[in-house]
């Protein structure tokens, strides 16, 4: 089979869609930040939207504090704040499974030799490599936490 842009067969296009997927979660998640909130750091509106995408790749600490105008907007707790960091790990990692299996599979079993695939791997790989670090994070803030008196 020959290197085309396109994936073609369907494992190929799954891929390329999961990633696809999560990259439009990422572009709504700053609109919703920035627009429909309406609220923006002490910055303009191309630095906040720089804070928000490093907030849904970074750890949590970051999160906290691009998110917590949208806190204080909706009137929410921290709890609230933490649920929803919580879900996007989960999907982080989801997300990045997905797009390196399917891959991997089309690769081997389909032959896919599709440029974006490979891309799509990659992103899924450092998504996943993210999300163990995320995860590791929480683990040792959990510690810290549990040896406090």
């Known amino acids: 089979m020959r290197t085309t842009i396109l994936p073609e067969s369907s494992l190929g296009k799954w891929s390329v869609g999961i990633v696809a997927g999560y990259i439009l979660f990422i572009v709504l998640l700053v609109v919703w930040r920035l627009f429909l909130v309406d609220v923006a750091i002490d910055a303009g509106r191309f630095q906040s939207i720089a804070y928000t995408i490093h907030a849904t790749t970074g750890g949590f600490h970051s999160w906290a504090i691009v998110m917590t105008p ?8 921290r709890a609230t704040l933490w649920l929803i960091y919580n879900a996007l790990l989960i999907t982080k990692g989801a997300v ?7 891959g991997l599979i089309g690769i081997m079993s389909s032959k896919e030799r599709s440029i974006l695939v490979f891309i799509s791997m990659v992103i899924g790989l450092f998504l996943l490599i993210l999300a163990v670090i995320d995860i590791l994070a929480v683990i040792d803030a959990m510690q810290i936490i549990k040896s406090i008196p």
């Open 70 to 77: 949208v806190l204080q907007y909706f009137n929410w707790t």
């Open 96 to 102: 990045s499974i997905g797009a390196l299996v399917t």
